[in-house]
């Protein structure tokens, strides 16, 4: 058998294997909400499966993390087809967070590379970013990080070909059509925006990671510095 | 307990990882060389998944503050307590009070200090691995420092002056043994192996890749002639397991590690098998490294020598464990 279990770039879902201990399942398509509501109810499903020993659902995908090498990859990513095809959506009630900005400054230096990929001056960038209400799609990369779906395409902006070294968490950022708070302090790909002091994860808090998946976002500004 | 008399940097407490909450981004961390870890549990009579001290950085100094057993893997290197040289791969018995000194490896990068009971720090988030990146587990989230102490909690010390063979004596790789400048592993091809030109495919696994000065537990950055995409893409961010190969759009690829982040969003152009996970473990910087292809199957197979490995070492120290019991009139059952 190929490693590649199925990769296409029709409508059907795209399934590979990551080594012999796990399985991507990539949803066709956009990134929509409509889409991601399907991956939550896939990873309900599969969180149901002996086999699986871990989930991490990422941005309109979902890898399972397997005990043991399956006996059939084929199999699986059978069973991950027709669940797609016949499971409904999964509608989350999120909590709502309304979160304060200080957008630009030192630690938004990024803002001027947003600006000029949109076209669009830094004062039209803040509003469309604050505009939107965002919806955490997924929590990983770093503890208790959440992706944002809600970006405003027109200040969508791709990762960084450097990434920046030392990143304070809490930064407020962008990279391609994702958005989301830095958790830690660190090397960082995404174009920074703008900071807010919230601390997404304290391991001694229950649940440790501040954010959970279906919750919702609004940004506010709390301060401008260009 | 443990006093730490003499550390560098980034030598920490680790277990065999920290599964279960990557839905949370919480990576597993874990011990880099997990063989080497379950040799020195099997080797002590431990849990599989007791912790040790991996050490990083050389010269490495602690004091036994109570007797107990222990056994140093992973590398081999000029070991000492109370000056009398110790064989890595061997387990000796300390007295209370006795120093032990590890100098920097003559073979293999990560060394693994194990003691009977393991090392007892906190269980944070079911796990007793530090966490670096999120300054949690271990000790305080954090890289041992001089005088730091450790509790240690096994049994008084039992037998000793037994050992096991180190891996890379008893496993072949896909190419026969390694060298110390050479490491060959085995990868399977991943997601996105099809956007890369056939000229990049071609030299993924053509190139000597060298390990570069940037590589830690998160993972090791290796250099060669840029591996290039058909064309540019932005990958929506995907789940990442140790081994995952990532190409960055400089054209370098990045073998994620045990530190690894739970997502990433680079194109995955292939994988390295668990089964030779622990020799990128083993490999210092500046080594190169061939990567073999292989398939599902080829990767599923590799693992049985590993396990065969660790099953001939259970059953060789169980049977020596209970003569030397009766050799020494300890009833079988009885702890000490």
Request: glycine share 10%; net charge negative; aromatic share 6%.
């Given at each position: 058998?190929?490693?590649?279990?199925?990769?296409?770039?029709?409508?059907?879902?795209?399934?590979?294997?990551?080594?012999?201990?796990?399985?991507?399942?990539?949803?066709?398509?956009?990134?929509?909400?409509?889409?991601?509501?399907?991956?939550?109810?896939?990873?309900?499903?599969?969180?149901?499966?002996?086999?699986?020993?871990?989930?991490?659902?990422?941005?309109?995908?979902?890898?399972?993390?397997?005990?043991?090498?399956?006996?059939?990859?084929?199999?699986?990513?059978?069973?991950?087809?027709?669940?797609?095809?016949?499971?409904?959506?999964?509608?989350?009630?999120?909590?709502?967070?309304?979160?304060?900005?200080?957008?630009?400054?030192?630690?938004?230096?990024?803002?001027?590379?947003?600006?000029?990929?949109?076209?669009?001056?830094?004062?039209?960038?803040?509003?469309?970013?604050?505009?939107?209400?965002?919806?955490?799609?997924?929590?990983?990369?770093?503890?208790?990080?959440?992706?944002?779906?809600?970006?405003?395409?027109?200040?969508?902006?791709?990762?960084?070909?450097?990434p920046s070294l030392n990143m304070q968490a809490g930064t407020v950022i962008i990279g391609g059509m994702q958005a989301g708070i830095s958790a830690l302090t660190g090397p960082n790909g995404w174009n920074s925006i703008g900071y807010t002091e919230l601390r997404l994860f304290d391991p001694d808090r229950q649940p440790p990671a501040l954010f959970a998946?279906?919750?919702?976002?609004?940004?506010?500004?709390?301060?401008?510095?260009? | 307990?443990?006093?730490?008399?003499?550390?560098?940097?980034?030598?920490?407490?680790?277990?065999?990882?920290?599964?279960?909450?990557?839905?949370?981004?919480?990576?597993?961390?874990?011990?880099?060389?997990?063989?080497?870890?379950?040799?020195?549990?099997?080797?002590?009579?431990?849990?599989?998944?007791?912790?040790?001290?991996?050490?990083?950085?050389?010269?490495?100094?602690?004091?036994?503050?109570?007797?107990?057993?222990?056994?140093?893997?992973?590398?081999?290197?000029?070991?000492?307590?109370?000056?009398l040289t110790i064989l890595p791969w061997m387990v000796a018995t300390a007295a209370a009070g006795q120093e032990l000194r590890v100098g920097p490896p003559r073979k293999g990068a990560r060394g693994y200090i194990c003691v009977t009971g393991g090392i007892e720090v906190p269980v944070v988030l079911g796990s007793r691995s530090t966490q670096l990146r999120?300054?949690?587990?271990?000790?305080?989230?954090?890289?041992?420092?001089?005088?730091?102490?450790?509790?240690?909690?096994?049994?008084?010390?039992?037998?000793?002056?037994?050992?096991?063979?180190?891996?890379?004596?008893?496993?072949?790789?896909?190419?026969?043994?390694?060298?110390?400048?050479?490491?060959?592993?085995?990868?399977?091809?991943?997601?996105?192996?099809?956007?890369?030109?056939?000229?990049?495919?071609?030299?993924?696994?053509?190139?000597?890749?060298?390990?570069?000065?940037?590589?830690?537990?998160?993972?090791?950055?290796?250099?060669?002639?840029?591996?290039?995409?058909?064309?540019?893409?932005?990958?929506?961010?995907?789940?990442?397991?140790?081994?995952?190969?990532?190409?960055?759009?400089?054209?370098?690829?990045?073998?994620?590690?045990?530190?690894?982040?739970?997502?990433?969003?680079?194109?995955?152009?292939?994988?390295?098998?668990?089964?030779d996970l622990w020799r990128l473990a083993q490999a210092r910087i500046g080594t190169r490294i061939q990567l073999h292809e292989c398939s599902f199957e080829q990767g599923v197979a590799a693992m049985r020598p590993v396990n065969a490995y660790l099953d001939d070492l259970r059953m060789m120290v169980a049977h020596y464990r209970a003569s030397a019991r009766?050799?020494?009139?300890?009833?079988?059952?009885?702890?000490?």
């Amino acid at each position: 058998m190929k490693n590649d279990v199925e990769r296409d770039t029709g409508a059907a879902p795209a399934i590979s294997m990551i080594g012999t201990r796990a399985m991507l399942f990539e949803a066709p398509g956009d990134f929509t909400m409509a889409h991601q509501r399907r991956i939550w109810a896939l990873m309900d499903a599969a969180r149901a499966r002996p086999d699986v020993r871990e989930l991490i659902p990422g941005v309109t995908n979902l890898m399972l993390v397997f005990s043991a090498p399956p006996a059939s990859p084929e199999a699986v990513a059978e069973w991950l087809r027709h669940a797609w095809d016949t499971l409904p959506e999964r509608h989350i009630e999120g909590r709502l967070f309304e979160i304060g900005v200080r957008y630009g400054g030192a630690l938004g230096e990024d803002l001027a590379a947003v600006c000029a990929h949109a076209g669009l001056p830094p004062q039209e960038v803040i509003s469309i970013h604050h505009g939107s209400e965002y919806t955490v799609c997924a929590i990983g990369s770093a503890p208790g990080f959440g992706y944002l779906h809600g970006l405003d395409p027109r200040i969508a902006t791709p990762r960084k070909t450097v990434p920046s070294l030392n990143m304070q968490a809490g930064t407020v950022i962008i990279g391609g059509m994702q958005a989301g708070i830095s958790a830690l302090t660190g090397p960082n790909g995404w174009n920074s925006i703008g900071y807010t002091e919230l601390r997404l994860f304290d391991p001694d808090r229950q649940p440790p990671a501040l954010f959970a998946v279906g919750d919702r976002i609004r940004f506010y500004p709390e301060s401008i510095e260009l | 307990m443990i006093t730490i008399l003499e550390t560098s940097a980034l030598n920490t407490v680790q277990d065999l990882g920290r599964p279960g909450y990557r839905d949370l981004g919480v990576g597993t961390s874990g011990v880099m060389d997990p063989l080497a870890l379950q040799v020195g549990n099997i080797l002590l009579g431990n849990e599989v998944d007791d912790a040790c001290i991996e050490l990083q950085t050389y010269p490495f100094a602690l004091r036994f503050d109570a007797a107990t057993s222990f056994v140093v893997t992973g590398i081999d290197a000029v070991i000492e307590l109370d000056g009398l040289t110790i064989l890595p791969w061997m387990v000796a018995t300390a007295a209370a009070g006795q120093e032990l000194r590890v100098g920097p490896p003559r073979k293999g990068a990560r060394g693994y200090i194990c003691v009977t009971g393991g090392i007892e720090v906190p269980v944070v988030l079911g796990s007793r691995s530090t966490q670096l990146r999120g300054g949690f587990g271990g000790l305080d989230g954090r890289p041992l420092e001089a005088g730091d102490t450790l509790e240690i909690t096994g049994a008084p010390p039992e037998v000793s002056g037994y050992g096991a063979l180190p891996p890379t004596t008893v496993l072949d790789t896909v190419a026969g043994q390694d060298d110390s400048k050479l490491i060959h592993l085995r990868a399977m091809t991943a997601t996105d192996y099809g956007l890369f030109t056939p000229e990049a495919q071609e030299r993924l696994w053509n190139t000597q890749w060298r390990i570069t000065p940037q590589s830690n537990r998160v993972g090791y950055r290796l250099t060669g002639e840029p591996l290039e995409l058909r064309h540019r893409v932005e990958l929506r961010s995907y789940g990442v397991v140790a081994g995952i190969v990532q190409v960055p759009p400089a054209g370098e690829p990045i073998v994620q590690l045990a530190d690894a982040n739970t997502v990433g969003g680079y194109p995955r152009i292939a994988t390295v098998i668990e089964a030779d996970l622990w020799r990128l473990a083993q490999a210092r910087i500046g080594t190169r490294i061939q990567l073999h292809e292989c398939s599902f199957e080829q990767g599923v197979a590799a693992m049985r020598p590993v396990n065969a490995y660790l099953d001939d070492l259970r059953m060789m120290v169980a049977h020596y464990r209970a003569s030397a019991r009766r050799r020494t009139g300890v009833k079988s059952g009885d702890k000490a």
